[in-house]
């Protein structure tokens, strides 16, 4: 079986900024959770390489582009 690739260093970029959207908004992780059914205890602290599309869920739900999001994300 093939080993997953993480890219680790980007992972935790992109935690920290859904952290920091989901803080801005004042939401839980228990509210986001409940809306979305996405573990954001995994995403937001890089356990789990998640997928692009779990990605675009979250940024609809928050009401951002994936463009506006990776602004500032090396």
């Known amino acids: 079986m093939a080993r997953e690739r993480k890219e680790t ?3 935790i970029a992109v935690g920290k900024k859904l952290r920091e959207i989901r803080e801005s908004k004042s939401y839980s992780q228990e509210y986001v959770y409940e809306n979305t059914k996405i573990n954001l205890d995994r995403v ?3 356990r789990t390489n998640y997928t692009l599309s ?3 869920i979250l940024c609809n739900f928050y009401g951002i582009t994936l463009d506006e999001f ?3 994300i090396k």
């Open 9 to 11: 260093d980007f992972l």
């Open 44 to 46: 937001e602290k890089a």
């Open 54 to 56: 779990t990605l675009y």
């Open 70 to 72: 990776f602004k500032g």
